[in-house]
């Protein structure tokens, strides 16, 4: 096999190799699924402590109107247990039963309005709850096709990197540097295929004469991008 033919086959393996290098980076670094999982907890995890907050808030508010209830139980007691006659004693007790049925009133309201915003955001929760339910599923499904496709990337990077370099070792020291500084050079391409008498790396035409050169042995560079030129047999 010519030199140029073997080259030509590095040309190959190293272009898959860098299109591989690039998906692989591609897909690694794919992580909307991660985010959008992430997004949904972090919405369910604020919603849930606005749902402690208004639950402990309701439970004080419980917990001050029956102390409030007990209190004016008491109240009433005194006043009409008949049992205390001093009459400014019991103005005093008639003024502390108002202001409690007065607090008690406002309380209630209070604890209404809090049940309702309550029942409204523990509907909204369970929204939440379920979308990071299906958040996590779509993220599972996808993990899965990514790595996957990871795996089998991955796969086919190692068995042609393997094959490369035993190519490699096949070609001449000198051919192989030179091959490998247009490659540096050149954008990744050193070795151009001549297809319909035109230069595969830049695209120029090339004379018949350049055509005949390049179908022998020895190496023949294009003169517009001096890129090596093969030609297929
Ligand atoms: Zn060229």
């Not at 039963?97 to 406002?106: C, P, W």
């Not at 050169?213 to 030609?231: H, K, P, V």
């Amino acid at each position: 096999m010519s030199g140029t033919w073997r080259l030509f086959q590095l040309q190959k393996a190293d272009t898959r190799l860098t299109e591989l290098d690039k998906a692989l980076s591609g897909l690694r670094a794919d992580d909307q699924h991660r985010r959008l999982l992430q997004d949904a907890l972090t919405a369910h995890e604020e919603s849930e402590a606005v749902l402690r907050q208004s639950r402990k808030e309701l439970r004080e508010m419980e917990h001050e109107d029956s102390t409030l209830r007990a209190r004016a139980k008491m109240l009433e007691g005194k006043l009409y247990g008949g049992r205390i006659s001093n009459p400014k004693e019991l103005s005093g007790y008639q003024e502390e039963l108002q202001a409690v049925q007065v607090r008690l009133g406002t309380l209630e309201e209070a604890m209404l309005t809090r049940m309702e915003e309550l029942e409204t955001h523990e509907e909204q929760h369970r929204g939440l709850t379920s979308k990071v339910e299906q958040a996590r599923r779509d993220h599972d499904e996808r993990q899965v096709a990514l790595d996957q496709k990871i795996a089998s990337l991955e796969d086919e990077s190692s068995s042609l990197r393997q094959r490369r370099s035993e190519q490699a070792s096949e070609v001449e020291p000198g051919l192989l540097k030179r091959y490998r500084d247009l490659l540096a050079r050149k954008n990744g391409v050193a070795v151009a295929r001549i297809t319909r008498q035109t230069c595969g790396g830049c695209g120029m035409h090339l004379t018949d004469h350049k055509i005949q050169e390049a179908g022998r042995d020895g190496l023949t560079f294009c003169s517009t991008c001096s890129r090596i030129l093969y030609l297929e047999s």
